[in-house]
């Protein structure tokens, strides 16, 4: 029942009453949250300023602690090595940091957390002090070596002993330490003395052959004498004594150059072409074959004084006289090998031109060895020697008259019984060919002879 300007009054006071109340409360309110109470409010702050101050201290390089075997007290912000012993202090409130028992010798400097690296100081060692470090290590292992080496040495003077203190044990037993050098003056002056038996001389050759198959000793041999004294025992009229004499010789020759043309100086060429002429045992002419041949081979001066000595002959009248038929087909290898080494010579001349002396070149030109051994009736002997029974030989003899066939065409021609060898020859290793199929063998002996004696057909 109030009148109107009292209602409108009170509207007035009541419209500033809650103004004031809206200010009042506006002023008292989190400024992020307005219905966040003040007491979590404030614990959050707390949480993000911790959260925030641990971001700082993890962004920067965390400062490492060294613990050692005691006890020690760890400042804030400090890192230890990951394994580490750590305690808290409950008299202090501190923490205490120190090395376990198993890590006496290693401390591991890893980081506190994964993906964090501790600030090592990288510039600690420079190049020059890991140079000094290295070159201490490589000192110490030569010093490592060394005493290895002397270690072994020191074993094998143990093991062994020195060749003098050997010697002079030997010299009181009576046994004397001999050079291959003083082993051959020592036989050969046994094979010259005068006071030497049959059977001495015998064995002090039969001995020598065994140093001079050394290259290097057969031409020792030259420097005292030895090879001349040997070459004289050709002369000598006991067959043995000619044997054992060209065995050595022939041991000495092969592959020799310097023996070689110190024999052909020597006389040795026509002692050993006049043995093979005259009447002697059948050994001593097989010992004394074996000379001849080391000696030609591959010496052009010794196959060119050969021919002039009339060598041809003696081998013609050796392979042609009864019994001898070993030596024939001994006879026919050096044949095909003198033919052979002259062929390969003809075929590389240009190349050996470069590679061998001018001398040499010469010599072998002037070796007539195919036109003798035409002249000679070579080709005819060669032919008939196929009737040996055996096989190697007929092998041998294949090879040569192949080898011979540019020289010997029309004189094989001329041969009717050649012919028929051939053929019967051909018939007969067909046979024994199909045999090899039928067993199965590797080998093909018998079918690479028959494929000689086709091709010999063909070309005749």
């Known amino acids: 029942g109030l009148p109107p300007s009292r209602m409108a009054l ?16 506006l002023s008292h309110q989190n400024p992020e949250f307005a219905l966040t109470s003040p007491e979590k409010s404030r614990t959050k702050e707390a949480d993000r300023k911790e959260t925030t101050a641990e971001e700082e201290l993890d962004s920067e390089v965390l400062e490492v602690f060294y613990p050692t075997h005691e006890w020690q007290a760890l400042r804030p912000g400090q890192a230890v090595p990951a394994g580490s012993h750590v305690r808290l202090n409950l008299q202090t409130g501190a923490r205490e940091v120190k090395l376990q028992e198993e890590d006496k010798f290693r ?73 291959d050098m003083q082993i051959m003056v020592r036989l050969i002056n046994k094979f010259n003395s005068s006071s030497s038996s049959l059977e001495e001389k015998i064995a002090a050759l039969f001995d020598l052959e065994y140093y001079v198959h050394q290259m290097d000793n057969a031409q020792d041999l030259l420097s005292f004498g030895g090879l001349q004294v040997v070459i004289n025992g050709l002369n000598s009229t006991e067959p043995l004594v000619k044997e054992y004499a060209a065995f050595v010789l022939g041991a000495a020759f092969s592959s020799n150059p310097k023996v070689q043309v110190e024999a052909i100086e020597g006389g040795a060429l026509q002692k050993l072409l006049v043995i093979l002429a005259t009447e002697q ?59 052979t080494e002259k062929q ?51 092998e041998k003899v294949l090879q040569t008259l192949g080898a011979l066939l540019a020289t010997c065409r029309d004189r094989y ?48």
């Open 10 to 25: 009170l509207g007035m006071l009541l419209g500033l009453l809650m103004a004031s109340c809206f200010t009042f409360c």
């Open 107 to 179: 401390s591991n400097l890893k980081g506190l957390k994964k993906g964090r690296r501790l600030d090592i100081n990288t510039n600690t060692y420079t190049s020059q002090d890991l140079k000094s470090a290295l070159a201490k290590f490589k000192e110490g292992a030569e010093v490592e070596s060394s005493k290895e080496d002397k270690a072994r040495q020191a074993k094998v003077k143990r093991l062994f002993r020195p060749i003098e203190e050997l010697k002079k044990d030997f010299e009181e037993l009576n046994v004397i330490i001999e050079t």
């Open 281 to 339: 045992p059948l050994p001593a002419k097989k010992k004394v074959l074996f000379a001849l041949c080391s000696l030609l081979r591959h010496f052009p001066y010794a196959q060119q004084q050969f021919l002039k000595l009339g060598g041809l002959q003696v081998l013609r009248s050796l392979v042609q006289a009864k019994g001898t038929e070993m030596l024939a087909v001994r006879v026919v290898t050096l044949l095909y090998d003198l033919v």
């Open 344 to 394: 390969k010579f003809a075929e590389e001349e240009a190349e050996l031109t470069q590679e061998t002396s001018p001398e040499k070149l010469q010599q072998y030109r002037q070796v007539p060895l195919l036109p003798g051994l035409r002249e000679q009736g070579w080709c005819e002997i060669i032919a008939h020697l196929l009737a040996l029974p055996e096989h190697d030989a007929r």
């Open 413 to 460: 021609r001329q041969d009717p019984q050649l012919n028929r060898t051939l053929v019967s020859l051909q018939a007969e290793y067909q046979a024994l060919a199909a045999l090899e199929l039928q067993d199965g063998e590797d080998e093909s002996y018998f079918r690479e002879l028959l494929g000689s004696i086709n091709s010999l057909l063909k070309e005749l």
